[in-house]
């Protein structure tokens, strides 16, 4: 016997039991349909550090809609969940431990610090999977992975050991991103860019001969003392004649020459840069092109070298002000401006960023870029929104090399061994017990490889590469990746290359981009600004699915997401009215014991084929709209067909049909029990749990919803008359409460069809249970004054205003109304001419005004009907 349903929807009582019973029945692994097109997803693995935000609980929302329609639609569908290892923020939490214990990783050693971290994942780490569980993420946790686990480790070797023997992975002195405080390289993803007020120094570089000087601009003066040239294009007519001529550095007096280098921008500036080869990417190349010295005068602790003469041991900022001082005290500075530009700050630890010459394994980019941008071209893998294709193009196009070495001890340990007996580079799989030249005086390189590297494997290693894995035959190339915008070049780049050099094919055929959730102003969210939503607070006030489809009703494709409490809230409402609509249908209908599929009445009345043919249409949209990846359409559509046409219409005119024959019932009741069905069938993606809850009330018992079969329906005729029966009933209830005339009063209504045939019995009998009035067919009134009329497509329908309205009370209320209307057209229609109005007033308040317009002249329009009826 099956339990009384509450009256209201609480989520805390069912949630948790239903995740349990899903995870319990083995409905999560692809397995639950052996013979099904392989369909597989991997999740963008969360830090082992992180919690769920917003962020979060959009993307796996979004994933977790796809698999679980793929899983309804008979897919073996893989949603495979796991962690990335997270090597600078995961130290940097454990090391943070430490110092509140007052020790450092450097007193524990590093075996002993890497077991440390070992010890905390297995203590905190896996606080995440539960949030995910919480949120109901339908991911296969009997496939989940971690980025250190020993299956990936070995891949990241394999790769590794690969790409050195290719000639693509190769050691060299680069400049790099680094953090003084976490003394570690940085990849672009993990550096902050942020605006600085900043200064721009301009600087007299004296001639060697004593003839001048030229002048250069730099925000950085204490990069000075590493100059080992000045550079200018070599078409600037200004300084033809002073290429190859000598400069002083300014206090060194160091001579440098002045070069002509197409990489300096023609006509910015003066015209002419200084180049510090040790300590900017493009000063970089210009000095490998010319053959320049590279000077560190920047060490790892951001401190001047001895290379900076009288600055040396002294703080990068101090020295900075320090050489300022000496330039204007010598006469070598021709003015100083506020100049604002981006400064890069470490992402962990907000140290400014310093741009480093440093000796770092790098990955050779230019393999790899072709094939990756061809897959995309080709229409192998396609980017949803298009418009984000433009953006993966420009920034390969534009790719530099990519330092994968990392300057820590968490993290997956570069496998290169150097021998200090021959000084030969050993890079292998398996650790070397000797090396070539016999010796087995052996040491392994310190770094660790950059976490982005065992990430880009991540599509293919997961599923047992490079082993051919039975996983890995049927899941790969996997079908979707979900991600943000902001990682497109980090990862989904990376992925893209790897994946199609070790595998020969793209990792994924559909790459679906989301935006950033924000606040309902378009902000973003932090705790700093006080506008952060905690999405486990959200779940514990007002359920998963509330947050799960104000998430997805808000995520037009590839925009930002405003999310505010008031839209979870309406969520909320929303499953209450779906709980309720279920309730009535199976306590005050009768209708339970509902098949999983089928069950389609054999002879369904004309208000069962108008419900039946509206929901084949819809659900076709449905599908159409997910298809294309738009699942806030999709989404609007289902929200919009549930509430106003099977809440609003047909469970309505069910309840007429109570005092039918026993045959009409049937197929009424039928209906509503399979309709209602598919339509928690198409909203279980975004609602898992309490559609599996209502079902568990409205079936038969004989399966999940989380399993059962994607909605397939009949094909039905929605009768014609249909149209006009909803206009009729609409306009006889706004009859009614403009009027304020009571339920219990019945209306006469004169119906007048302008087709040759009469209108069917059913058409009245639901025109009387909805309204309460007493429609009769008959002819168009002469005169109509004194009538009500209410067009209704092919239909008018007269109500005689003779014993329902007061006329002589009417009239003024009308006319008052429409002076009323008439004074606020024309306000509005002035602000609206204003033209410095519409030039100094925001947008959104000139939109306000325009629709707010249209409501009134629409409302004096109907106004105006009504007191001409009244004659």
């Not at 050195?164 to 991103?177: F, H, L, P, V, W």
């Not at 101090?318 to 100083?336: D, F, M, P, Q, T």
């Not at 039975?470 to 497109?488: A, C, K, N, Q």
Request: one cysteine or more; aromatic letters at 8%; a negative charge.
């Amino acid at each position: 016997m099956k339990a009384v349903m509450n009256q209201t929807y609480q989520p805390e009582a069912v949630e948790a039991r239903w995740y349990s019973v899903w995870e319990g029945s083995g409905s999560f692994q692809p397995e639950v349909h052996p013979e099904g097109e392989p369909y597989c997803i991997v999740i963008p693995p969360p830090n082992v550090t992180g919690v769920l935000h917003t962020g979060h609980a959009l993307d796996h929302t979004i994933q977790d809609i796809l698999i679980r329609r793929k899983r309804m639609q008979g897919y073996a569908a893989l949603w495979l969940p796991g962690m990335d290892h997270a090597g600078i923020a995961t130290q940097n939490v454990v090391e943070r431990e430490l110092r509140e214990e007052g020790t450092t990783r450097h007193d524990l050693g590093r075996e002993a610090f890497i077991e440390r971290v070992w010890a905390w994942k297995a203590e905190s780490g896996s606080t995440i999977s539960q949030q995910m569980r919480k949120l109901g993420d339908s991911t296969d946790w009997s496939r989940e992975r971690f980025t250190f686990d020993e299956g990936l480790s070995h891949a990241v070797r394999t790769v590794f050991v690969a790409l050195y023997e290719q000639g693509i992975m190769y050691r060299a002195n680069r400049i790099i991103n680094w953090c003084p405080r976490c003394h570690t390289a940085l990849s672009e993803i993990e550096v902050d860019h942020e605006e600085d007020p900043g200064e721009l120094t301009h600087i007299k570089y004296p001639f060697a001969d004593g003839s001048g000087h030229i002048t250069v601009a730099t925000t950085r003066p204490e990069t000075m003392l590493g100059d080992t040239a000045v550079a200018v294009h070599p078409d600037d007519e200004r300084y033809k004649d002073l290429i190859g001529t000598t400069l002083l550095v300014p206090i060194l007096g160091r001579e440098i020459p002045v070069v002509a280098d197409e990489g300096v921008e023609l006509g910015f500036g003066t015209g002419a840069v200084k180049v510090t080869p040790a300590h900017d990417p493009l000063d970089f190349e210009i000095g490998q092109r010319h053959g320049l010295e590279q000077i560190k005068v920047v060490d790892t602790e951001a401190r001047i070298t001895d290379a900076g003469g009288p600055y040396v041991g002294m703080d990068r900022f101090e020295a900075r002000e320090a050489v300022r001082s000496k330039l204007r005290e010598l006469g070598l500075i021709e003015k100083i401006e506020e100049h604002p530009h981006s400064v890069g700050h470490c992402s962990r630890c907000h140290t400014v960023v310093e741009p480093l010459l440093s000796l770092q394994w790098f990955v050779d980019v230019k393999p790899l870029v072709g094939p990756a941008m061809d897959a995309v071209r080709s229409g192998e893998t396609t980017f949803h929104p298009r418009r984000w294709e433009n953006s993966y193009f420009h920034w390969m196009e534009n790719l530099r090399d990519w330092c994968v070495s990392r300057q820590l001890w968490w993290g997956h340990r570069i496998p290169a061994w150097y021998c200090n007996a021959c000084g030969e580079t050993l890079v292998s799989i398996q650790d070397p017990s000797q090396c070539t030249c016999g010796s087995s005086d052996l040491r392994q390189d310190e770094d660790v490889l950059d976490t982005w590297f065992s990430s880009a494997l991540w599509p293919f290693s997961t599923l047992g590469w490079p082993d051919k894995t039975p996983d890995f035959e049927e899941f790969y190339p996997t079908s979707t990746l979900v991600t943000g915008f902001d990682i497109i070049f980090f990862w989904v780049a990376r992925m893209m290359m790897m994946g199609l050099h070790f595998t020969e094919q793209p990792p994924f055929s559909d790459i679906v981009i989301h935006g950033m959730v924000r606040d309902i102003e378009g902000r973003k969210m932090s705790k700093s600004a006080g506008n952060a939503l905690d999405p486990l607070e959200l779940i514990d006030e007002y359920g998963a699915d509330s947050l799960r489809l104000a998430l997805i009703q808000a995520a037009a494709p590839g925009h930002d997401i405003p999310l505010s409490v008031d839209a979870i809230d309406a969520a909320r409402r929303f499953g209450n009215k779906l709980w309720n609509a279920v309730r009535f249908v199976v306590e005050f209908m009768d209708v339970s014991s509902v098949p999983l599929d089928g069950g389609y009445p054999d002879d369904p009345g004309p208000e069962d084929e108008w419900i039946i043919a509206r929901l084949g249409a819809v659900t076709e949209e449905i599908d159409r709209l997910m298809d294309d990846f738009r699942l806030s359409d999709a989404y609007a559509a289902l929200y919009t067909f549930a509430w106003s046409e099977l809440f609003d219409w047909y469970i309505e005119m069910a309840k007429s049909l109570a005092d039918a024959d026993e045959e009409r019932q049937e197929a009424m009741r039928a209906t509503l029990g399979v309709v209602t069905r598919d339509v928690l069938k198409l909203f279980h993606p975004v609602m898992p749990f309490i559609t599996e809850e209502l079902w568990s009330h409205l079936g038969d018992g004989t399966g999940l919803m989380i399993t059962a079969p994607w909605p397939d329906v009949v094909a039905a005729e929605a009768p014609h008359e249909m149209e006009s029966l909803q206009a009729a009933v609409s306009g006889i209830r706004q009859f009614r409460s403009q009027h304020q005339i009571s339920r219990k009063i019945e209306i006469p209504v004169i119906v007048v069809s302008d087709t040759e045939s009469d209108l069917p019995a059913w058409w009245y009998a639901q025109v009387t249970s909805l309204t309460g009035s007493a429609p009769v067919g008959g002819h168009r009134p002469d005169p109509v004054t004194g009538y009500t009329r209410i067009p209704a497509g092919g239909v008018e329908t007269f109500i005689p205003l003779e014993g329902l309205v007061d006329v002589d009370a009417e009239k003024p209320r009308i006319e008052k109304a429409i002076g009323e209307l008439e004074l606020g057209i024309g306000r509005a229609q002035g602000k609206l001419g204003n033209q410095n109005f519409r030039d100094r007033a925001p947008a959104e308040v000139v939109e306000q005004v325009e629709a707010r317009l249209a409501e009134m002249e629409t409302e004096l329009e109907g106004q105006l009907r009504h007191l001409a009826e009244l004659g």
